[in-house]
């Protein structure tokens, strides 16, 4: 590992490297190749990986997280730089796989075409803006952000920069919600004006660490402090850290953002809302985690209203997946799945014809790699990524205070609530910013 002389004042410092990789000049990589940096390498940065290390046109060549490894990732496995960086050189063969505690030393690289952020959700608003603004090409994990302010300060950073951007919302190259897409577009429904969205409930324990929640001290190799980074002071305990961080408000949303990011997002995508949103959240209710440590929705129910008379309903007692509801009947997308109340060619399919179909998380990586070395069309762009969570924001908004949400997608404000607008940006802990 490249050991870190950069000491903690520096470190915390929000000023990025301007860096420009060559890349940024064409709209092809040195070498019709593209070079790619992982930020975070826990949960999806270790297990999307793979999608990138089988694709002969990318290469890895630098991984970073502020762990170097340990459980409670994914049913408890042990993940971190180390681990990552070990399985890149095996799959190459080499040792030339450069690992990193501080990201920004990985954005200073002239070399680094992109980077894959799969930091916990906390942190994407800082290393998004500032791989932008080191003109690095971009493939963020969902849910985006933490709060509607972040997610318009990326969308601006993002777009100031002109690099490409790929939000990590995979069903989008999932076969079946691209046939639902055709299916809606051919009128078969006919006008939509009822969606019904399931999302799971609970705050499962992924991690097998939700029973560890009295402090202890840090593990070796693990910068704990920098994990926190933007999140208030707290103490560690296993069951705050791993996967199992998305229960905690300071750092995701529950379910309603872990999902909402994706079917939430699905809605909006296929009926062509992606770059707008309700003007009311309403009747949202639900229950919250009884849990020393976990403190998000686990049983939830709220509606979105649209000016035209659209209507969504989101629910953890939905069934999970979207339900479309229109005019001339009806059609259900989940992953790897289509329902309508009119035949499908789908129908006819057997499960062993439906798991051969394209694997979702490559294909999206895929074209990730297409928008950079081809130039085509990245299919989950950040405005939509944004405007879609921002949804699930304000659902955890409404909750929250215990009222509906008057909300002005144009503006994107609260109407007439100032502790319900309050909520819209976080509070960082001193001294990250987004500036």
């Known amino acids: 590992m490249a050991s ?6 520096n470190l915390l410092a929000t000023a990025a490297p301007m860096i420009v990789p060559s890349s940024v000049f064409g709209s092809q990589a040195p070498s019709n190749r593209m070079t790619i940096g992982f930020i975070g390498t826990g949960n999806n940065g270790y297990g999307w990986m793979s999608s990138f290390l089988k ?3 990318a290469r890895v060549v630098a991984v970073c997280d502020v762990n170097r490894e340990g459980p409670g990732y994914w049913d408890n496995t042990i993940r971190g730089w180390k681990p990552a960086q070990e399985r890149v050189n095996k799959q190459y063969g080499n040792s030339d796989c450069k690992a990193y505690e501080d ?10 075409d992109a980077v894959y952020i799969a930091s916990p959700d906390h942190w994407h608003a800082i290393h998004a803006i500032h791989a932008a603004r080191a003109k690095k090409h971009i493939l963020c994990q969902k849910p985006l952000t933490t709060s509607v302010a ?3 300060a990326m969308v601006k950073a993002v777009t100031t920069s002109g690099v490409v951007w790929q939000t990590g919302s995979q069903q989008r190259s999932d076969w079946a919600f691209l046939r639902a897409k055709e299916v809606l577009a051919s009128g078969q429904v006919g006008r939509v004006r009822f969606v019904r969205i399931g999302l799971p409930g609970g705050t499962p324990d992924f991690g097998k660490t939700a029973d560890q929640t009295q402090p202890r001290p840090v593990p070796d190799g ?3 402090d920098w994990w926190l980074g933007p999140a208030p002071q707290a103490d560690y305990c296993p069951a705050r850290v791993g996967v199992n961080f998305r229960w905690v408000r300071d750092y995701s949303g529950g379910q309603i953002t872990d ?8 809605a909006q995508w296929l009926l062509g809302r992606e770059n707008t949103g309700p003007a009311m959240i309403r009747d949202a209710h639900g229950k919250w985690a009884a849990h020393p440590i976990y403190n998000t929705a686990t049983d939830f129910y709220f509606e979105c209203e649209y000016p035209d008379g659209l209507r969504y309903v989101v629910s953890s007692n939905e069934r999970g997946g979207v339900r479309f509801v229109g005019t001339d009947g009806w059609l259900y997308v989940n ?3 289509l329902e309508a109340s009119f035949p499908l060619p789908e129908d006819a399919m057997t499960d062993a014809q439906r798991r051969a179909m394209p694997n979702a998380d490559d294909a999206h990586c895929r074209n990730f790699t297409d928008a950079l070395l081809q ?3 990245p299919v989950a762009p950040i405005e939509a990524a944004h405007r879609s969570i921002s949804i699930a924001h304000l659902a955890n908004i409404s909750l929250l205070v215990g009222r509906n949400v008057r909300w002005d997608p144009k503006t994107e404000t609260i109407q007439n609530d100032s502790a319900a607008s309050a909520m819209l940006q976080r509070e960082y802990r001193k001294p990250y910013s987004l500036a």
Request: net charge positive; aromatic share 10%; hydrophobic share 25%.
């Open 4 to 9: 870190s002389t950069i000491s903690r004042r």
């Open 55 to 57: 694709d002969e046109r």
């Open 103 to 112: 990201y920004r030393e990985l954005l200073a690289r002239t070399d680094i």
């Open 150 to 152: 972040e997610g318009r």
């Open 222 to 224: 693990f910068r704990y």
């Open 259 to 266: 999902w909402g990011a994706h079917h939430i997002d699905c």
């Open 335 to 337: 992953r790897g799945r």
């Open 375 to 377: 130039g085509a069309k």
